[in-house]
């Protein structure tokens, strides 16, 4: 199993600019979401879903859309990135409620 | 609002002696609370758990405890080993309507000395 795995590792933006930030997994979990770590913030609840066709806001949704169309991807996307999404993104997953969530290696995204 | 508080943002202990790091919780609702490792450039891995039934759980040197009438959790960590520095993240896990969510706190990062 590859796990998790989170596609690019690397990416500039210019403020404005649009992209998505993909995520997939191959464990076959029901439950996936995105966090953004910042530092002194810790790690923050953009996104999750409970499975294929549902998702639900975190914390700090603003900025950001997702949707879940298969049980394996969990794409993140930016309609119009600006200098505060600067962060590094995780994408992780779990199989179910009491199960420990798996993360992923992280995107690093720099909006000038 | 920060539900999930980490009010200590380093802590640096001797090589062998106990580590402790506290967490504390404003939700009454979480109903599941989970310990994470972090090393730099990586993604946090799970450590070590607890049920809100439960008031401790332990995994070889690592010990969780739940006070839930003070809402605080702890991690104890002995003895401390130098590979054990990294970030500590706590993680609480709130169920509502039929689904659910997990919340982290800021994180403490742990120096073990040489």
């Known amino acids: 199993n590859a796990g998790v795995t989170q596609t690019p590792k690397f990416q500039v933006l210019k403020t404005g600019q649009s992209m998505t930030l993909q995520c997939a997994q191959d464990m076959n979990h029901e439950y996936m979401s995105w966090y953004r770590q910042d530092p002194g913030m810790g790690l923050r609840l953009i996104h999750y879903?409970?499975?294929?066709?549902?998702?639900d806001q975190g914390e700090v949704p603003n900025g950001y859309n997702v949707s879940r169309s298969t049980t394996e991807d969990f794409p993140l996307r930016l309609l119009s990135a600006a200098p505060s999404q600067t962060s590094v993104y995780f994408c992780?997953?779990?199989?179910?409620?009491?199960?420990?969530?798996?993360f992923g290696p992280g995107t690093r995204l720099t909006v000038l | 609002d920060q539900q999930v508080k980490q009010n200590s943002p380093s802590l640096s202990v001797q090589e062998g002696r106990i580590s402790i790091l506290n967490c504390d919780y404003t939700n009454s609702m979480f109903d599941y609370f989970l310990w994470y490792k972090k090393y730099p450039a990586e993604g946090p891995t799970f450590l070590i758990s607890?049920?809100?039934?439960?008031d401790k759980n332990e995994d070889g040197r690592f010990t969780v405890f739940l006070n839930k009438s003070a809402k605080h959790l702890s991690l104890h960590i002995v003895p401390s080993q130098p590979g054990d520095s990294a970030v500590y993240f706590c993680a609480a896990k709130a169920t509502t309507s039929g689904t659910y969510k997990y919340i982290f706190g800021t994180g403490t990062r742990l120096k073990v000395l040489a």
């Open positions: 879903s409970v499975g294929a066709g549902i998702t």
């Open positions: 992780a997953s779990t199989r179910g409620r009491d199960d420990t969530q798996y």
């Open positions: 607890i049920s809100s039934i439960k």
